[in-house]
């Protein structure tokens, strides 16, 4: 077979079902499927991908992402994920912006800029200045609200249990990816520079701006480094901002993902947390680690 279609549940909405397996698998014309968490994650070998909005319908539309992929070199060595509302569950920002008093102004410049709607440098730029004068100290209030994407942890952890290279490369803040990577467990990060001159943000980020291109070439670069083909990556991230590195991966995943991103992935999580990023490369959950 040269496929593998997999179903991973939302646990706390729906119990993923023989019966339910059963019908996809007949769909599929699949081989014999094989439970990845009991109740939750099922794959089901196949020749060819079957009509997604098939396997919905067969599913009753239930909440379960579907997603095909190949069988061969499903572990992926190199994970490159995207930071605000990928790995953590806020967009940073947004929520800094917030403590300024002006977080509804701001979120709806970040709204259009991942969206795909104004570039991203700009958009940057732009809610950056709006910050000037705010107090440092707004960094590390926004911190203490900042919660971590479910699976997150156990995504990194497992992939790197099995030799992956992780990293974390966000259009966001160094100072909240030096700490997001610290919790969560990558082993490097990469983001735009935030000034402030030692009490206040000044308005600006160091130049160049880490956008999509630079996502992209960050992808490349942490292949090579770990000596292995793009097909052997993984890249997962929500937004406009991610789409260059998503469509070069070797499996390139929407999370949640705004409707620019989900219609140009070949792969969508749409209901599940981040674990079903290990479903997806075959790990049972039996394997995970934290």
């Given amino acids: 077979m040269k496929f593998v279609l997999v179903l991973v549940a939302a646990r706390d909405k729906v119990t993923l079902t023989d019966t339910m397996v059963a019908r996809v698998r007949e769909l599929a014309a699949g081989g014999a499927p094989a439970w990845l968490s009991p ?16 396997v919905r319908a067969a599913l009753d539309n239930a ?6 992929v190949r069988d061969r070199g499903r572990r992926k060595a190199v994970l490159v994920a995207d930071m605000d509302s990928t790995i953590v569950t806020s967009e940073t920002l947004d929520e800094l912006a917030a403590e300024a008093g002006i977080g509804e102004r701001v979120a ?17 730029r732009e809610r ?4 000037e004068g705010l107090d440092v100290a707004a960094l590390e209030r926004t911190w203490r609200r900042t919660a ?5 942890r156990a995504l990194v952890a497992t992939m790197r249990a099995h030799g992956a290279v992780t990293a974390l490369v966000s259009g966001g803040f160094t100072w909240f990816t030096s700490r997001v990577a610290a919790e969560v467990g ?12 030692g009490s206040r943000l000044i308005g600006r980020v160091a130049e160049p701006v880490l956008d999509r291109d630079a996502k992209r ?6 292949a090579a480094t770990r000596g292995v083909k793009l097909s052997a990556t993984l890249a997962v991230g929500d937004g406009a901002n991610d789409l260059a590195m998503i469509a070069d991966a070797g499996l390139g995943v929407a999370y949640h993902a705004k409707p620019i991103l989900a219609e140009a992935a070949a792969v969508r999580v749409e209901h599940g947390d ?17």
């Fill in 39 to 54: 109740g939750e994650a099922a794959e089901i070998p196949c020749m060819n991908p079957p009509d997604f909005a098939l």
């Fill in 217 to 222: 070439a960050a992808l490349h670069e942490l």
């Fill in 186 to 197: 990558f082993d490097t990060h990469r983001a735009n520079e935030l000034l402030d001159d």
């Fill in 108 to 124: 709806a410049i970040t709204a259009r800029s991942m969206a795909g709607e104004l570039d991203f440098a700009d958009a940057l």
């Fill in 148 to 152: 971590i994407m479910p699976g997150a």
């Fill in 274 to 290: 981040l674990r079903a990023l290990l479903f997806a490369q075959g790990y049972p959950a039996a394997s995970f680690k934290e």
């Fill in 128 to 131: 950056v200045a709006l910050l």
């Fill in 63 to 68: 909440p379960v992402d579907v997603m095909c």
